[in-house]
């Protein structure tokens, strides 16, 4: 979804920018416009991302729909704003590119869960098995798997192996779960949780369901099985969000990371979104903790410093490249 000039909001403060050195006087989406264009490079957000990010954006996704734009791109340079393992993506489908990323930091408990050398130790259990990885894992562990997916597309990627053939998924368990449930289709799975969707209450939701009775539940595969049993309907980012625009109610509980709330009220103004309460005192753990270590100012300091800049080892980038290329192609 790009983004129009009367869509950007320009909520900086010169506060912020003081404390990150840089000149307060300066309008950082116009610095932000000029250096892109000056270098010609792509700014990818994921819908996670702070909304302000998202509205300078020239493309803002979820996991598979930034692949594809990663994948397809004339741009000299990507910037990327989202977690480690997205930019990896992009790096392994453009290995000639720089891609850059505002914050190093920014991983992902699933990724962070599923180190390539255990995992690889424990496929040699499953000898026999065709491996599929949700995208968010790192490159060592796309270049043991057979194929990748994304929520968006897990179904179709899932049915495409033969019945007769036995299957491993990794890193998420609630969404090789959910699958399961869905397809009937037995699965090892590897026991990796998202530290966000896993943290919802059921309890809490339904709680809130009865001051608001008419509000539809809405859900990520990556919660617990006990949220997406009382979902009215379950899907990856970008299904939730056409969901939300295309169904006739006017509140909707929100059992994602809240950042995708951003491009809800932009399609549908006049709808309420009420996030989906945590378990436990926590109001902020549901916000990806990882997501949100990308903010405006270092998506302003690396396009105009070219770093922190994603390299992804020689060795890995033809092997990784293989499943996500035929995902790729899968989902056209
Ligand atoms: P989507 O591919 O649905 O955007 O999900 C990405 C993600 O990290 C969810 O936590
Ligand atoms: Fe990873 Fe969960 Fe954050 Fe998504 S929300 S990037 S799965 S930690």
Not at 206 to 224: D, G, M, S, Y
Request: hydrophobic share 40%; net charge negative; charged share 25%.
């Amino acid at each position: 979804m790009a983004p129009t000039d009367a869509t950007v909001s320009r909520t900086s403060t010169s506060g912020v920018l003081a404390e990150t050195g840089i000149d307060p006087a300066l309008d950082l989406f116009e610095e932000i416009d000029r250096l892109r264009k000056e270098k010609n490079a792509v700014i990818l957000a994921h819908y996670y991302q702070d909304g302000e990010i998202q509205d300078i954006a020239d493309f803002v996704g979820d996991s598979l729909q930034l692949s594809q734009s990663a994948a397809d791109t004339t741009a000299d340079r990507i910037v990327f704003a989202g977690v480690h393992f997205m930019a990896e993506t992009a790096k392994i489908l453009n290995p000639d590119k720089p891609v850059l990323v505002p914050d190093m930091e920014a991983g992902c408990s699933l990724a962070d869960g599923c180190p390539g050398p255990a995992f690889g130790k424990w496929l040699r259990n499953y000898p026999d098995h065709v491996v599929i990885s949700y995208i968010n894992c790192s490159a060592e562990v796309k270049a043991l798997s057979d194929l990748i997916c994304t929520s968006s597309n897990a179904h179709k990627i899932v049915g495409s192996v033969p019945a007769d053939k036995k299957i491993v998924f990794a890193p998420d368990r609630h969404l090789g779960r959910y699958l399961i449930d869905k397809l009937g289709r037995d699965m090892v799975l590897w026991p990796g949780t998202c530290q966000v969707h896993e943290i919802f209450s059921e309890k809490k939701i339904v709680q809130l369901k009865t001051r608001h009775p008419n509000a539809k539940v809405i859900a990520h595969p990556e919660c617990e099985r006990s949220v997406l049993r009382i979902a009215d309907h379950v899907g990856s980012t970008s299904s939730l969000l056409s969901f939300t625009a295309s169904d006739p109610s006017d509140e909707f509980i929100v059992a994602t990371e809240p950042g995708i709330i951003h491009q809800m009220e932009k399609l549908s103004p006049n709808k309420t979104f009420i996030p989906a309460p945590a378990r436990g005192a926590c109001e902020a753990c549901n916000e990806c903790p990882h997501m949100k270590l990308n903010t405006l100012e270092k998506l302003y300091l690396c396009l105009r410093d070219d770093r922190p800049e994603l390299f992804v080892p020689e060795e890995l980038l033809d092997r990784a490249r293989l499943p996500i290329e035929r995902m790729l192609e899968l989902s056209r």
